[in-house]
């Protein structure tokens, strides 16, 4: 079975340029959660999406939003990028949001902001 | 303070030997606690997961929750060089809209 599937694996943007992330959730996964990792720290929450509609929003500013589709992929797009945004994104797929054991991340994306 | 605290190293121990990795926090809400293992440019993966206090053991993994002391630790026995990477420790509330709060992770080094 594939993984969590995400697109592009690496990107070079502009600074005031916009971004579009994609990720693809294991089969039967119907929740799918973004994060951010900055080089040297953990992984931080931006979103939580269940069934299309977001249920949880971490503590970033609205230049970040995101949506999930029917077949339960999700985007994330990030609009007037900063140098600070430069980071490797994570998608995580799982059945429900709080099946916490069943979490599985994919490879991310690594965002590069110049 | 941050919510949780995790030493990022790096540590560096010699093959066989047994690991010892922690995580403070100061929620005392937390309730869900999982360690995920990061190699260089992948994505974390799911170690142990475990739900309030108690001890869990898989294989060579030991992982270990005080919620009193607001306190987690995994322990790997027989360390391997293979086991070289950075180890994250990760919380939750429950009910999936807060998300996971990770610790900074620790980069671990099995010296061969």
């Known amino acids: 079975d594939a993984g969590v599937t995400q697109s592009p694996t690496h990107l070079i943007k502009t600074r005031g340029q916009q971004v579009t992330l994609r990720c693809s959730p294991i089969?039967?996964?119907?929740?799918v959660s973004w994060y951010q990792q900055v080089l040297g720290q953990g992984p931080q929450f931006i979103f939580q999406?269940?069934?299309?509609?977001?249920?949880g929003r971490g503590n970033f500013p609205d230049r970040f939003s995101a949506r999930q589709f029917p077949n339960y992929s999700s985007e994330l797009n990030v609009n007037a990028l900063l140098l600070g945004d430069s980071a490797l994104y994570l998608c995580?797929?799982?059945?429900?949001?709080?099946?916490?054991?069943?979490?599985?991340f994919g490879s991310g994306t690594r965002l590069t902001v110049v | 303070q941050k919510e949780v605290e995790q030493d990022p190293g790096p540590l560096s121990v010699p093959e066989g030997a047994i690991v010892s990795l922690n995580c403070t926090y100061s929620?005392?809400?937390?309730?869900?606690f999982m360690w995920y293992r990061q190699y260089s440019r992948k994505g974390p993966e799911l170690l142990m997961y475990?739900?309030?206090?108690g001890n869990k053991e898989d294989g060579r993994f030991t992982a270990q929750v005080d919620k009193s002391s607001k306190y987690i630790s995994l322990f790997i026995r027989d360390s391997q060089p293979s086991d070289s990477a950075t180890y994250l420790c990760?919380?939750?509330?429950?009910?999936?809209?807060?998300?996971?709060?990770f610790g900074k992770g620790t980069h671990l080094i099995i010296q061969p």
């Open positions: 475990t739900y309030s206090s």
């Open positions: 995580a797929s799982s059945l429900q949001p709080d099946r916490y054991y069943g979490y599985t």
């Open positions: 990760a919380m939750s509330t429950g009910g999936g809209a807060d998300g996971l709060t």
């Open positions: 929620n005392s809400a937390f309730q869900y």
């Open positions: 999406y269940y069934e299309k509609e977001e249920r």
């Open positions: 089969s039967g996964h119907k929740s």
